[in-house]
């Protein structure tokens, strides 16, 4: 008798295991895909106070993906827009006259209209980060001098859909750094840090020459997206723009620097040693093949002195003037100038901040803090103003290991 | 007085009279005057009545009529000299009339002689059986090719022959009150662990069954959990395989009748060792065994895991895919979990009526199912690319381990359920729930994860990263008696 109790209450508590586990686990509700609205990049301005979402979602009857005919194939997107006094409202508003219900989890890049970037970004982001759906690691965006809208609906050539030429664009930032590919989880990174001013990645609308014939006689021109640059923000407001060179300068100063390439004149003092023949006034282009930049700070006599510490190692990509490279005294030469070019960037970009914006984009603030924690405790309120102030010193180090596959510029060589 | 069935222990004792006619009567009232049987009377040179009882088609006809009825008509002077006239070598005499039961069957000749009462039992059987051939179930490129056959003497010297050693003991039950099937246990002495083998014979004398017709019958009735799906008791048709087994310590249950040789105890990893893994290089094996533990993974899990993933996880699917994945399920009318269904129960139909269908209108099966199911499906709409390829690789995956298909294929629809209700988290808990049972799992006292549960380092080396045999010094400590050598050491010689 006693075991059969002791079975019984060991069933009962069994069943009742599982029948919480079932009921009070949140994997209710499963939603096939054939139900689902994929977006896959969302756009957010505001007009009239209202806002507006654009959201790009997948058309899944465009056809199963046959390879072949692909010239006549229907559109594989389409532009879903809402509209309402909030951003999910606006978004669930799509509801009233759209088919699906969108689904939000494959987001690639959200972009943000000027007027939403002027006015404040984190209060249209707060959904991204309180709803379930939306994944932090999308690319935020601001749309440079434009609606969100006007730049979503521009296809790339072989992209599948526009927020695919977007996404991808952005991610071959590491073959030029001149853009900034920023998630939004990392937005808030920076936004969370104590004295640091969030720079976001843009995006513009340009025009492009159509080179295939037979469409030039319908288009004469084609939009093209360029994300060249950056947006800087004042905690969460725009407050303006950093060019694609200042952008170069910017990555280099928070080692964001995956790869690009830096071009400079030719030194001339190349021309007055022997291993020089051809002409001058020519450029050399070293490409970055790894980069990292150490920051420090020191405080001597209450003055807060930044130095900044890069080490590139690079590859010879072009030289257009007759020059040996094969001399390592050249080679030499060619590393200081290359440095200096990196120091020229990074100053103008500093210089920008510090006058210009007159706040601290780089994080500078939090080195003040760990090294000087006593010393931040009374300056973190008027760091904007301090840091506009500080001095700073960059120093490069150029490493260039590869000169390619030929030694003498053909300019240089002797004719057989 | 002589009750169906025989058992030696209780039988009743019916001597045997000097008079033949009343032996004859005997013996067909035992045999129920079944139509087989033959008694055949005749007189020897000494003008003694004789008769010879013998089952029609079990004894070699040639050997009775030349070496035993021959010798004795021509030859035998006196009832005492039939052991120095017969050309017999395995005589043995009764007393007991009942007990002519047994030799009849397995084949004997027993001649009964007119004024003693003793009946003599010549060894002469002989049948047909069939020949040693590959098993078509375990074929290796590498290694021994031959197989067990239905006939237990065989299998028995196929046994032998690799294990030359005095031993290796056989040692003989009869099971099953109405088919008195033979059974043999095979193990070398002082290798095999004692505990377990008690434990066998233990359970192999509460066996009641009264029929035996495979070792599977066997296998049900000593199985340490007859109600788990994963079956602890290993079985091959090869001899080199068991021979492997004996040789750790394992013991062998040779079923009359059945090509299907059993092991105890069984561990895991017996299922991903294939004999062909100790005849190549070890790197080899490793990456085969790697293969053979991810397919039983996949063949258990994946469709349950699309199906969570399509129903419940669509943020996990990486975008591009699930773009594609959406565009060809786009008109399909079932959910995942339907689709899903549907794939696995055409699987298995295809499955079994591959097995059962004659051989001659097989193609036909094949054109339809790979055909008419697979890609016409799709093209319906019923279902998925995905979801089609997806089931194929379970099926393909599923055959790499034939040992445990029953499991994998219940498992399978097990976790398919669970995702598609609860998601991951439910794959998750069935997961959780089959390590937990395979864990607690033993097979005759063995923990049935050994060597990774319990942990055995030396077990290790013949686990998933194989070490060289070399290197494989020990046998496994579960299994054996001593932890002897296995190389450089003759415990198991004297």
Known sequence: ?416 | MVQDGYNPKKGVIIMISENIEENKQKIQRIFNNTSDLILYEFDTLSNDKAMVVYINGLVDKKALDEDLIRPLIRDLVSTEDIFSTVFISNIKNIYDISEVLQPLTDGNVVLFMDGITLGYIFDINKWQTRGIEEPGNERVVRGPKEGFIEDIIVNKTLIRRKIRNNNLVFEDYILGSQTNTKISLAYIEGIAKEEILDELKKRIKNITLDSILDSGYIENCIEDAPKSMICTIGHTEKPDVVVGKILEGRIAIICDGSPDVLTIPKVFIENLQMSEDYYSRPQYTTFLRLLRISSLFISIVLPGFLVALETFHQEMIPTKLLMSIAKNVEGVPFTSLMEALLMILFLEMIKESGLRIPSNIGTAVTVVSGLVLGQTAVQAGLVGPIMVIVIATTGIAEFIIPEQMEMIVIYRLVILFLGGFLGLYGIVCGMAIIIVHLISLRSFGVPYMYPIAPYDKEGMKDFIFMRPMKEMNYRPSVLSNTKAKRRNDNSGKE
């Open chain 1, 1 to 416: 008798m006693i075991t059969v109790a002791k079975n019984k209450g060991n069933l009962i508590m069994t069943i009742y295991l599982l029948a919480i586990s079932i009921i009070l686990s949140s994997c209710t509700g499963g939603r096939e895909i054939q139900e689902l609205g994929i977006v896959t990049s969302i756009g957010m301005d505001i007009e009239d106070d209202n806002v507006i979402v654009t959201c790009e979602v997948i058309n899944t009857t465009s056809g199963n993906t046959q390879s072949g005919s692909s010239t006549h194939s229907p559109k594989e997107v389409v532009f879903i827009q809402g509209e309402g006094t909030t951003v999910f409202e606006a978004i669930r508003g799509t509801t009233l006259n759209f088919d699906r219900k969108l689904f939000f989890s494959h987001i690639n890049t959200i972009i943000l209209g000027e007027e939403i970037a002027k006015k404040g970004i984190a209060e249209f982001l707060d959904l991204v980060l309180r709803d379930n759906e939306p994944r932090e690691n999308m690319y935020i965006l601001v749309a440079k001098g434009g609606k969100a809208y006007d730049v979503m609906g521009i296809k790339g050539d072989l992209s599948q859909s526009a927020g695919n030429y977007l996404h991808d664009i952005l991610e071959d930032s590491r073959y030029n750094g001149k853009s900034l590919n920023i998630t939004v989880a990392e937005y808030y990174r920076y936004y969370y840090e104590v004295s640091n001013e969030p720079v976001i990645g843009i995006v513009q609308k340009r025009e492009k020459r159509v080179i295939d014939e037979e469409r030039k006689k319908n288009e004469p021109t084609k939009s093209i997206l360029d994300v060249g640059g950056g947006a800087v923000t004042k905690r969460d407001t725009l407050i303006g723009y950093f060019t694609p060179n200042e952008m170069f300068g910017y990555n280099f100063i928070v080692d964001h620097i995956k790869g690009g390439l830096i071009v400079f004149n030719t030194p001339k003092e190349l021309s007055d040693n022997k291993p020089i023949i051809g002409s001058e006034g020519k450029f050399t282009v070293v490409e970055i093949l790894k980069s990292k930049t150490k920051k420090n700070v020191t405080i001597t006599d209450g003055k807060i002195h930044l130095n900044i510490n890069i080490k590139v190692r690079g590859a010879l990509a072009e030289e257009n003037k007759a020059i040996d490279i094969s001399n390592m005294e050249v080679i030499d030469v060619l590393e200081r100038a290359s440095s200096e070019e990196v120091q020229k960037l990074i100053s103008k970009t500093l210089d920008k901040g510090q006058k210009e914006f007159q706040q601290d984009n780089f994080s500078i603030g939090e080195l003040v803090h760990h090294k000087y924690p006593e010393v931040w405790g009374k300056i973190s309120k008027d760091w904007n103003n301090i840091f506009s102030e500080i001095t700073y010193n960059v120093d490069v180090e150029t490493e260039i290991v590869k000169t390619g596959i030929i030694n003498v510029p053909s300019n240089l060589r002797k004719r057989r």
